[in-house]
């Protein structure tokens, strides 16, 4: 069964860091892109950072390059996502998912909530 759990947001001032991680089981985590994607308020799934199965290729949503960075260490089974200079409009449910930016994001975990607010 494929588990993917989401944690280190919380409540930050804009300017301000976080540094997301998941953690993944049930499959095996060094063959697969993986992503993170988020939900703001009354919006849909938005795609935030791809990287690829062995680390060497990542890519981003344009309003987080620059600011974020996704990273992964395959022999903890576990994604990071290092959000800096962080805005109001990053504010959302950040989630982990299984696959690259073409997928559907149905693997993913519970989410960890980024609220940037001064």
């Known amino acids: 069964e494929v588990q993917l759990v989401e944690a280190g947001g919380g409540l930050v001032q804009p300017g301000g860091s976080l540094r997301l991680s998941c953690a993944a089981s049930?499959?095996?985590?060094?063959?697969?892109?993986m992503s993170w994607v988020r939900q703001a308020p009354g919006k849909g799934l938005e795609w935030v950072s791809s990287?690829?199965?062995?680390?060497?290729?990542?890519s981003y949503l344009d309003s987080v390059k620059g600011r974020f960075t996704i990273s992964r260490d395959n022999a903890k089974n576990t994604l990071y996502l290092q959000l800096n200079s962080l805005k109001t409009e990053d504010t959302a449910m950040y989630y982990c998912s299984r696959g690259g930016s073409w997928s559907d994001f149905s693997y993913r975990g519970q989410g960890t909530q980024v609220t940037v607010s001064s």
């Open positions: 049930g499959f095996t985590f060094s063959g697969y892109f």
């Open positions: 990287i690829a199965s062995g680390g060497g290729s990542t």
